[in-house]
C-alpha cells in the first residue's frame, strides 16, 4: 500500500474531501451525523487547524486512488474542565482531534504514524504535554493511546466511559 501524510492546506477541494471524510467516519463510528456543538472544527477548518500556527490537521491519500483514508489533528488545548483548570494551558499543552483511519486501512500502522507526525508537531511548536479524551469502550483507541504513552488522568466513570489522557513530552 502507498500513501501520503499531508498537512492540510487552504485548498478547496481538499478541505471538501477531509470534511466528507471526517463525517463518514462520525457516521460509522458513533452512528450519528453533524452536530454543531461538537463538529465547529470540522466545519471550519481554517480557524480551528490551518489559520493557527499551533494547530493543524493532518491526513493519508492512498497514492493509489487519491481517497483521504485517515486524519489526525492537534490543536492548543481550549477545554475549560475544573479538574484541569490550573494544570493544562493553551500555551504548553495540545491537544488530540479527530484521529479516523478508514476500516479498510485499518491495522497497517496508519494511526501509529500519524501520531508520530502528530507527535513532532508539538515538539517543534514547544508544548509540553498533549492531552486527549477517548473512551474505554472504544477497545482498538483507547489501547492505542496506551500504546504509544498515554496516561489517564481522569476516568470519569460515566455512561460514556470517557476517560482522559495526556503524554509528556520529553526533550524538544
Not at 67 to 77: D, G, K, L
Request: proline share 1%; net charge positive.
Amino acid at each position: 500500500m502507498n500513501f501520503t501524510i499531508k498537512q492540510l492546506s487552504d485548498d478547496c477541494d481538499t478541505k471538501i474531501r477531509v470534511r466528507n471524510f471526517l463525517f463518514s467516519q462520525i457516521r460509522s463510528e458513533y452512528g450519528y451525523g453533524y452536530i454543531p456543538s461538537w463538529h465547529k472544527d470540522i466545519i471550519d477548518l481554517n480557524k480551528y487547524y490551518i489559520d493557527c500556527k499551533k494547530n493543524s490537521l493532518f491526513y493519508v491519500e492512498d497514492s493509489g486512488n487519491g481517497r483521504i483514508i485517515a486524519t489526525i489533528a492537534v490543536r492548543q488545548y481550549d477545554k475549560n474542565f475544573m479538574e484541569f483548570q490550573d494544570l493544562y494551558s493553551k500555551e504548553s499543552t495540545a491537544s488530540i482531534w479527530r484521529l479516523f483511519v478508514d476500516k479498510y486501512y485499518r491495522r497497517c500502522g496508519l494511526a501509529t504514524q500519524l501520531y508520530d507526525v502528530v507527535e513532532k508537531f508539538c515538539c517543534e511548536n514547544n508544548f509540553n504535554e498533549i492531552y486527549l479524551h477517548t473512551h474505554k469502550n472504544l477497545e482498538a483507541g483507547f489501547s492505542f493511546w496506551k500504546k504509544v504513552g498515554f496516561n489517564i488522568t481522569w476516568d470519569t466513570n460515566n455512561e460514556l466511559q470517557t476517560v482522559h489522557m495526556v503524554k509528556y513530552l520529553s526533550s524538544k
